[in-house]
């Protein structure tokens, strides 16, 4: 479902809106949203242009090409975020992914959809990157609308700071289940569901 707020927006254009203002942020949003390893890039850059002069969001400056209104919030967040957010829900039959970026100009949530077409939305992330994937976890988990087992899986990244990882699952028989850290250090414990997301928030803080 989605409200006014929302817009979709294809790899090519993401790509595009990043080229605008190539920045050590840029690079790092690019990356952390999967699109560094996307092959031919200029080329999905260009078409990215293109569409987003056709919809309104970019338009000629004399030589270059300047993102504006809703491309312009959207650049401007991407190209100077300091802090991410990546989040993934998975169970047996179905994974959704989710990446937060955070800067001076606001916060933006970007649902990835396979094909190619994501839904970007602001968010408010003033109580911090942490509370607000405890918050995505605790409404997915607790829902638990697509069956059980679910686990909620996520990492906060920050400019200069050692990017933090969590794992909170819940089983069938409501075993919960949670994992720090990750690859050789990964610690994992059983949990109380009372106590579970505290546990979780701490283990992101």
Do not use: C
């Not at 993401?14 to 080229?19: I, K, N, R, Y």
Request: zero cysteines.
């Amino acid at each position: 479902m989605t409200d006014e707020s929302d817009l979709l927006l294809t790899d090519h254009e993401l790509l595009a809106l990043l080229a605008m203002n190539p920045t050590e942020a840029s690079t790092a949003t690019r990356d952390l949203f999967r699109l560094g390893a996307v092959a031919h890039q200029e080329i999905l850059e260009r078409a990215g242009i293109t569409t987003l002069l056709a919809r309104g969001m970019a338009e000629p400056d004399g030589d270059d090409i300047v993102p504006v209104d809703r491309g312009a919030l959207i650049a401007a967040v991407l190209t100077t975020a300091t802090a991410w957010l990546e989040v993934a829900f998975v169970t047996p039959s179905a994974e959704h992914v989710m990446f937060v970026a955070a800067s001076e100009h606001g916060s933006l949530l970007l649902s990835l959809n396979r094909l190619g077409a994501h839904q970007v939305r602001p968010v408010d992330t003033a109580e911090g990157l942490a509370h607000l994937g405890v918050l995505l976890s605790r409404a997915y988990l607790e829902d638990a609308g697509e069956g059980l087992p679910a686990a909620a899986m996520v990492t906060r990244h920050a400019v200069s700071e050692t990017s933090r990882t969590a794992h909170l699952k819940r089983g069938e028989t409501e075993l919960w289940t949670l994992q720090t850290g990750h690859g050789a250090s990964a610690r994992t414990s059983t949990v109380a569901a009372a106590d579970a997301f505290d546990l979780f928030s701490a283990a992101l803080a």
